[in-house]
Every structure is written in structure tokens, then in C-alpha cells.
């Protein structure tokens, strides 16, 4: 008797083309600021300061669409 193997699911990344052996790796900067390597930003036409402060501590996401700086 053979063992037939199950398919493996497809995801968005099998869609994906593979990757050039000479290409530079790419860190999102999302993934930076969601481990805390580096600080979130606060756009500049925010100003209360509470809404500040839930930015910063992460319980607020600002997309980068409206994030001029980003």
C-alpha cells in the first residue's frame, strides 16, 4: 500500500514569486514598530494628548495613508 500525501494548502505567499538570490532582504517597517525596535509615529495633526499616548502605547493604529510621514 502507498501513502498518497495530502495537498498542502495554498496561501497568498505560494502565489508569490520566488525570490532572486542577489536580492537585498526587506524588513517591513510595520514589523519594527510591532516588536518595538523602533518607536511608533504620531502624525503631526494629532494633538490630544491622550489620543497621543494610546498611539504611542500601541492601542491605536494610524493607517500610513494618513500618516504623511510615514
Do not use: C, H, Q, Y
Not at 35 to 62: C, H, M, Q
Request: glycine share 4%.
Amino acid at each position: 500500500m502507498t501513502a498518497i500525501l495530502p495537498e498542502r494548502p495554498t496561501t497568498a505567499l505560494d502565489a508569490l514569486p520566488p525570490m532572486a538570490a542577489t536580492a537585498e532582504p526587506v524588513v517591513l517597517p510595520s514589523l519594527l514598530v510591532g516588536v518595538g525596535i523602533t518607536p511608533r509615529r504620531v502624525p503631526a495633526w494629532i494633538t490630544d494628548k491622550r489620543l497621543i499616548e494610546s498611539i504611542l502605547a500601541g492601542f491605536i493604529d494610524i493607517p500610513d495613508e494618513l500618516n504623511p510621514e510615514a
